[in-house]
C-alpha cells in the first residue's frame, strides 16, 4: 500500500497550492479519503474528507470556504485545492484512507508520508 503526496511548497498570505495523492496497493474505490495535518508542536488534526464515490465531503471549520478535497476514482487520485492560505495552514499535510468517511484519525487505515506546506510572506 502506498500513498504518495504532492504539490506542498512555500507560498505567500493568500496564495493557492493544490496537493496531490497517488493511491496504490489497495482497491481505491472501497475507500473514503482524508486530508490531515500536523502543524510543528501541535497534533495532528483533520482538514478534510471525502467519501469513496466522491458524493460527500467533510471539512474541518478551519477549511471550509476555503479548501476542496476531490478524488479522481480512475486515476487513483485525491487532490486538496487550498486557497486563501494563511500563515497558520503552515503543516505537514498527510493524505490517508479508511473504511469510512470521518474527522476521527484513529479510523483509517493508510497513510502518506506526507508534504510541506509553508505559508509565509
Known amino acids: 500500500v502506498q500513498l504518495v503526496e504532492s504539490g506542498g511548497g512555500l507560498v505567500q498570505p493568500g496564495g493557492s497550492l493544490r496537493l496531490s495523492c497517488a493511491a496504490s496497493?489497495?482497491?481505491?474505490?472501497?475507500?473514503?479519503m482524508g486530508w490531515f495535518r500536523q502543524a510543528p508542536g501541535k497534533e495532528r488534526e483533520f482538514v478534510a474528507a471525502?467519501?469513496?464515490?466522491?458524493?460527500?465531503?467533510s471539512y474541518a471549520d478551519s477549511a471550509k470556504g476555503r479548501f476542496t478535497i476531490s478524488r479522481d476514482n480512475a486515476k487513483n487520485m485525491v487532490y486538496l485545492q487550498m486557497n486563501s492560505l494563511k500563515p497558520e495552514d503552515t503543516a505537514v499535510y498527510y493524505c490517508?484512507?479508511?473504511?469510512?468517511?470521518?474527522?476521527?484519525?484513529?479510523?483509517?487505515?493508510?497513510w502518506g508520508q506526507g508534504t510541506q506546506v509553508t505559508v509565509s510572506s
Open positions: 490517508t484512507a479508511g473504511v469510512v468517511m470521518t474527522e476521527r484519525e484513529a479510523a483509517y487505515d493508510y
Open positions: 496497493g489497495f482497491t481505491f474505490t472501497q475507500k473514503a
Open positions: 471525502l467519501s469513496y464515490r466522491g458524493g460527500t465531503t
